[in-house]
């Protein structure tokens, strides 16, 4: 008997060999041993205390940062779905969201309450557990610029409150343990008009289309950018701009509209995708002598 046969009674969804293509923004890869969608916190909290300590359990946003390799991923992975993790409320000058609320929904709420400083998350299409585990930025906003504190479960199923300054955020690096489930975040915005706040997410949001390839099979930034350059400069200089590259699969290529972006043209696979990241790497080394570092988490296990 595996631990699949053994799974803890939830109130919320246990899936088993369900594919994990279809909650990524890339559309690839395989299936994960069981993927747990639970109703609630309290859910959550109890299956992971009753299940074994020895199975791995990680946790899903809307996949608009990882590659799930083809072999699929192994345990249970977690997707914070539906109304009781997307919560969004204001009061004063804070404003606290579920970690499975959509950045962009969280920017919108600061306007109608008339709070700045958190437009640019108009601009991240990922979630608010996504945010706090990669310090998600742009536009020179960070989430460390806005974050107040959030509250998350660890791999026992307790509850953990950090503050700010626990996360120890570096450029998209927390420092917080990667095992910790959030659960929902309390931000600090500065009072505006509500007009002007979402003026400015406007002007995000279409400075947005034009320089990104948002509506195509892509993970945002492949690289970070390393200390005194620009990924996409870089990629554009190795000669891998718009250059399809296939490994088991129709191949994947830097995108054209912004040369730091992986697209999956079509019939790509997890393999063509991060065998493309790897071999611009190498190049990136060897023709220009600088270390570039993945910001897209590679998870699961190749086929
Ligand atoms: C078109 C496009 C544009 C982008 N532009 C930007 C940008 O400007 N700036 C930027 O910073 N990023 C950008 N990204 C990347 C991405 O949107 C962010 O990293 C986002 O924060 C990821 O959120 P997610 O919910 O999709 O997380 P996922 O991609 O699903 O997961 C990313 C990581 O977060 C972890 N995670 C997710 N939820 C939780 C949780 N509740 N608890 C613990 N860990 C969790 C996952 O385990 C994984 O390690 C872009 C992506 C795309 C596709």
């Given amino acids: 008997m ?14 088993r060999d369900e594919p994990l293509g279809p909650f990524t923004w890339f559309r690839v890869g395989g299936a994960a041993d ?17 299940i074994d300590p020895a199975v791995p359990v990680m946790v899903l946003g809307v996949g608009s940062n990882v590659i799930v390799r083809d072999g699929g991923v192994e345990g249970v992975v977690i997707r914070l779905a539906g109304r009781p993790f997307a919560g969004i409320t204001t009061e004063g000058d804070t404003i ?7 950045d962009a929904m969280v920017a919108k709420a600061s306007a109608r309450a008339g709070l700045a400083g958190l437009e640019f998350y108009a601009g991240i299409p990922g979630t608010i557990g996504g945010a706090l585990t990669m310090n998600a930025g742009c536009y020179g906003s960070e989430t460390k610029d806005i ?3 959030a509250w998350g479960l660890t791999r026992a ?8 300054t626990d996360f120890g955020y570096t450029y998209r690096h927390s420092e ?3 095992d910790i489930i959030w659960i929902e975040a309390v931000y600090r915005g500065t009072p505006d008009a509500p007009e002007a706040v979402a003026a400015r997410i406007a002007e995000i949001t279409s400075r947005r289309e034009q320089t990104q390839p948002i509506r195509e099979k892509t993970g945002g930034s492949t690289f970070k950018n390393p200390p005194g350059h620009s990924s996409w400069k870089l990629v554009d200089e190795a000669g891998w701009r718009g250059k399809l590259h296939a490994v088991t699969g129709g191949g994947a290529m830097f995108s054209e509209l912004h040369s730091n ?11 063509d995708i991060e065998g493309l990241g790897e071999i611009v790497r190498v190049e990136v080394q060897s023709k220009l002598g600088v270390n570039l570092e ?3 988490k590679r998870i699961g296990r190749p086929s």
């Fill in 96 to 102: 606290t969201a579920g970690a499975g609320a959509l």
């Fill in 294 to 296: 993945w910001e897209i």
């Fill in 34 to 50: 069981v993927l747990f969608i639970p109703a609630d916190a309290d859910d959550l909290a109890a299956f992971l205390k009753a």
């Fill in 2 to 15: 595996s631990w699949r046969d053994t799974l803890p009674s939830v109130r919320g969804k246990l899936l």
């Fill in 147 to 149: 974050l107040v504190s």
């Fill in 176 to 178: 917080a343990p990667a």
């Fill in 261 to 271: 972006f992986m697209i999956n043209p079509g019939e790509a696979t997890a393999a």
């Fill in 157 to 164: 199923g307790e509850r953990v409150d950090y503050s700010l």
